[in-house]
């Protein structure tokens, strides 16, 4: 079955400390996206990508980093210059090509707990 | 910019009522739009989309949405209410390569 892995789901980290979360897909999409949610702000932008060795920010880049150095992975990494990172992540594809242009799929999230 | 809104942070109906959830978007051009469908630690899946196509659009497990450019809105609507069907939804649009979503609805259904 063709779809989006995250990993890890539930994560933890100590202040200070860089975490990277793993997104990969089997779906041969081109653009990847990252987003954060918290409770009542819905999905905010990351980062995204729409081609193997490129990508640009979303609206709230600060504190993360991307790569995209193969087209089925994605990995965000979040650093210590993020100033509030406890958040649910969340890492998504879309096709742009064909008939069915549009519609990102998500992968289950990454929950990212710092202590 | 485009945008959407979504009335109402929280709704909540009985086993088998009406299900309305409102969405209203601004655009200066046809719009893609989109409901998706989050349940609790989970990633969002997407339950339909318009893309001119149709204004009535049917999506999955019931629901649909009726595309009116009059009222710039988007409303997703279910005639009967199931217990599964708690959980947040998003209404969201699409300009170029970036998604804008609202800030969600979350569906209680009361026994």
């Known amino acids: 079955d063709g779809g989006i892995t995250q990993s890890p789901k539930y994560l933890f980290r100590k202040e200070g400390q860089n975490v990277t979360l793993s997104c990969e897909q089997n779906?041969?999409?081109?653009?990847m996206y990252w987003y954060r949610q918290d409770p009542g702000q819905g999905l905010r932008l990351i980062y995204y990508?729409?081609?193997?060795?490129?990508?640009q920010k979303g609206d709230i880049a600060e504190g993360y980093s991307v790569s995209r150095e193969k087209k089925e992975s994605f990995p965000l990494t979040v650093t210590s210059a993020q100033k509030n990172p406890t958040a649910f992540y969340l890492c998504?594809?879309?096709?742009?090509?064909?008939?069915?242009?549009?519609?990102?799929?998500f992968g289950e999230g990454s929950r990212l707990t710092v202590l | 910019a485009q945008s959407v809104t979504q009335l109402g942070s929280h709704v909540s109906v009985s086993e088998g009522a009406l299900v309305l959830l409102r969405c209203n978007y601004s655009?200066?051009?046809?719009?893609?739009l989109f409901w998706y469908v989050q349940y609790p630690n989970q990633g969002l899946q997407l339950l339909l989309k318009?893309?001119?196509?149709?204004?009535l659009v049917k999506g999955i497990n019931g629901f649909e949405a009726e595309f009116k450019k009059s009222e710039t809105s988007f409303h997703l609507t279910k005639p009967s209410a199931h217990m599964r069907d708690a959980a947040e939804y998003f209404c969201?649009?699409?300009?170029?390569?970036?998604?804008?979503f609202g800030t969600g609805t979350s569906l209680t259904v009361i026994p």
């Open positions: 998504a594809s879309r096709t742009r090509q064909g008939a069915n242009t549009g519609e990102l799929f």
């Open positions: 779906l041969n999409h081109d653009a």
């Open positions: 969201a649009t699409r300009s170029g390569n970036q998604f804008y």
């Open positions: 318009y893309t001119s196509a149709a204004t």
């Open positions: 655009s200066s051009v046809p719009p893609y």
């Open positions: 990508s729409q081609i193997v060795n490129d990508f």
